[in-house]
């Protein structure tokens, strides 16, 4: 317990092609992918990580079929109705991130309503990616960064890797230390790209839909049986 992930990101893949060997529409793989984040939203809870941070649905899944987008969009909604009491009852806070202006109303609405309405639970933050890519929120940092210095509230010499940071949507937040993918895809797809510096990566062969509490403790104890150096020698470590 000692070496447990505070922060953990998961990038959820694989609903369609799990749908696809059943011979089911792509979005009865995502259906079933709500049952995966409930398991794996517990099992973090469980386990006492602080952070638990999902890739929902990427800048890039804006250009899917509008059936797709609008199944999706509709499974948001129905989660974020169905689980608020759950989130509450676990002390749960959920969090947001992405360009959500870009979201419909509908769930824009019912995303700052679980928001609101979570956000002084304390026990494990939950936060969503949705219209979220890694290019779009270092865009946006510089943007407001540069305002700051041409408003002359900040001077170039004060941008440092902290500044930075603080102007991310994961301002606040620690880096995450595991990354988990599923599907067997090994790439990031534009996730989280500054804060994963120096994230644990582990990929599942696993469907989305098919990965378990166990799955995720495997996860856990591979990262926990791994020596993160941080650019130093593990004798150094060592001493
Ligand atoms: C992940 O599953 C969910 C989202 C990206 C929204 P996919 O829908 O990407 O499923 P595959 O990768 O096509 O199997
Ligand atoms: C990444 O999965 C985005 C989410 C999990 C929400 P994709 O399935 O969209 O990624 P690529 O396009 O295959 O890399
Ligand atoms: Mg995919």
Redesign the pocket.
């Known amino acids: 317990m000692a070496r447990l992930p505070e922060h953990i990101a998961v990038i ?7 749908a696809k060997e059943q011979g089911k529409m ?1 979005v009865y ?2 259906q079933h ?1 709500v049952d995966s984040v409930r398991r794996v939203t517990e099992a973090c809870a469980e386990l006492g990580v602080k952070y638990l941070t999902l890739y ?3 800048t890039e ?1 804006w250009n899917r079929s509008s059936i797709e987008v609008n199944a ?1 969009m509709t499974l948001l909604t129905q989660a974020l109705k169905s689980e608020l009491k759950t989130l509450t009852d676990n002390n749960i806070r959920l969090a947001a991130i992405g360009d959500l202006a870009r979201l419909p109303k509908t769930q824009y609405d019912a995303l700052t309503e679980v928001i609101d309405a979570t956000k002084n639970n304390t026990r494990m933050t939950l936060t969503l990616c949705l219209s979220y890519s890694g290019r779009w929120e270092i865009t946006e940092a510089v943007r407001k960064i540069a305002s700051k210095v041409k408003d002359g509230a900040l001077t170039p010499e004060q941008i440092d890797e902290s500044c930075i940071c603080s102007h991310l949507a994961t301002a606040g937040m620690p880096d995450p230390d595991l990354l988990v993918r599923t ?1 067997g895809e090994e790439r990031i797809s534009n996730y989280l790209l500054w804060q994963i510096a120096y994230s644990e990566l582990y990929f599942s062969k696993k469907y ?1 839909p098919d990965f378990t509490k166990e799955d995720l403790y495997e996860a856990v104890i591979n990262y926990q049986n791994r020596e993160r150096r941080f650019g130093k020698t593990s004798e150094q470590l060592k001493k």
């Open positions: 959820m893949d694989g609903n369609g092609r799990w792509r793989g995502h992918g929902a649905f990427s899944n999706l599907s989305w």
